[in-house]
C-alpha cells in the first residue's frame, strides 16, 4: 500500500498508558508532536500517537468510511524500535500480539514472531508459548530490507488464515524523513 501523505497534526503495558494515549488532544499545539495522520491511496487512514516518553506507539486504522478496522499497539524501545505489540480488531478484542528480534551488531529487524491471543499453543514439552506465524527478514548488500519470508506454524492453516500481514513497522512515522 503506498502512502500518500503525512500530515504533522498533532504494549504491553497497557493500564498506565491507557490514560495518556486518551489524554493526547491533537488539536492542541503543545500535543501535535505526538500525533500523525497517513492517508492512504485506497481511502484509509491510520492515526499514530505516541506517548511523551516514547514508550508506547498506538496505530489506529480506519476505512475510507472512516470506521475503526483495526487498533496496534507497539511498547518500543529506547531507540524507537518496537518490542512487541498487541493487535486489536475495529471492535477492540484481542486478536494477536507480537515480538520482535534485532540483529544486535546492525540493530536491523530479523524476526517477527505473531501469537493468537485467543487460544494460547504450547510447544510439544508444554513449557513454552508457540507462535501461530513468523515472519523472517533479510537484507541485501546495500541494507535494503527484502520481503519477509513467512512460516505458518498452524498445521491446515493458509497464511492468510493467520494473519496475512506483517505488523512491524515499516518506518516510524515520528522519525524526520533523511533525503
Not at 33 to 62: C, H
Amino acid at each position: 500500500m503506498k502512502l500518500l501523505s503525512y500530515l504533522s497534526i498533532g504494549s504491553l503495558c497497557f493500564v498506565v498508558h491507557a490514560q495518556v494515549m486518551n489524554d493526547i488532544d491533537p488539536t492542541k499545539a503543545k500535543d501535535a508532536q505526538f500525533v500523525r495522520v497517513m492517508r492512504n491511496q485506497d481511502g484509509s487512514t491510520a492515526i499514530f500517537r505516541r506517548t511523551p516518553d516514547n514508550e508506547v506507539l498506538e496505530k489506529r486504522t480506519f476505512s475510507a468510511d472512516s470506521v475503526l478496522t483495526m487498533l496496534t499497539v507497539y511498547r518500543m524501545d529506547k531507540r524507537g524500535n518496537p518490542l512487541g505489540c498487541k493487535i486489536y480488531d475495529g471492535l477492540k478484542q484481542e486478536l494477536f500480539k507480537a515480538r520482535y528480534g534485532y540483529d544486535k551488531d546492525t540493530g536491523r529487524l530479523v524476526e517477527e514472531q505473531l501469537f493468537d491471543s485467543r487460544v494460547k499453543r504450547l510447544d510439544p514439552s508444554g513449557q513454552y508459548e508457540m507462535p501461530v506465524r513468523r515472519f523472517l527478514y533479510t537484507y541485501d548488500a546495500n541494507g535494503k530490507q527484502s520481503k519477509p519470508i513467512s512460516i505458518v506454524l498452524r498445521p491446515g492453516k493458509t497464511a492468510d488464515e493467520m494473519y496475512a500481514r506483517p505488523s512491524a513497522l515499516t518506518e516510524n512515522p515520528f522519525e524526520e524523513k533523511k533525503n
